[in-house]
């Protein structure tokens, strides 16, 4: 096994990510799940005899600092919403483009159908910053 430990596994430097077509430039992290619900199979016998599939689900988060949630807030009110929980799946997609190396192609995180499911905030004593995190359901999630 070729274990490269100098590699850009991360590329931060290089990572975009857009929400309802801003792009997130005090973005601190993200995650992107895709979930399957799958389960052993009994019949005769005591051991499974396969591994069956059900439902599919997307879900997720993004972490942001205060001003980029306070942002998002803020275009939801002007869209007549209370808040980005408020916002329909419909309108939200989540795209995060990254390059490993500057020379390697694009490669993109999309998440369509996009539902917060929580906002607000937490300070702390002595705090530099607010840091956000925003998790969400997903209709779909595609990986790169």
Known sequence: MNVNITSDECAWSRF???????TIKGLRGFGFKKEV?????????????DIVSG???????IKVLGFE???????ARA???????????????????YKKRAIDPIS???????????????LEQNAKFREITLPYLAMNVKLP
Do not use: W
Request: net charge negative; glycine share 12%; hydrophobic share 35%.
């Open 69 to 75: 949630a306070d942002a998002m807030n803020k275009a």
């Open 37 to 49: 619900d799958k389960e052993h199979l009994f019949a005769a016998g005591d051991e499974a005899i």
């Open 79 to 97: 869209g007549g919403y209370e808040d980005i929980t408020d916002v329909p799946h419909e309108l939200i997609v989540i795209t995060c483009a």
């Open 108 to 122: 993109t995180y999309t998440a369509s159908g996009v539902a917060f499911t929580e906002c607000g905030t937490d």
């Open 55 to 61: 439902n599919k689900k997307g879900s997720g988060n």
């Open 16 to 22: 975009e990510i857009q929400i309802l077509g801003r």
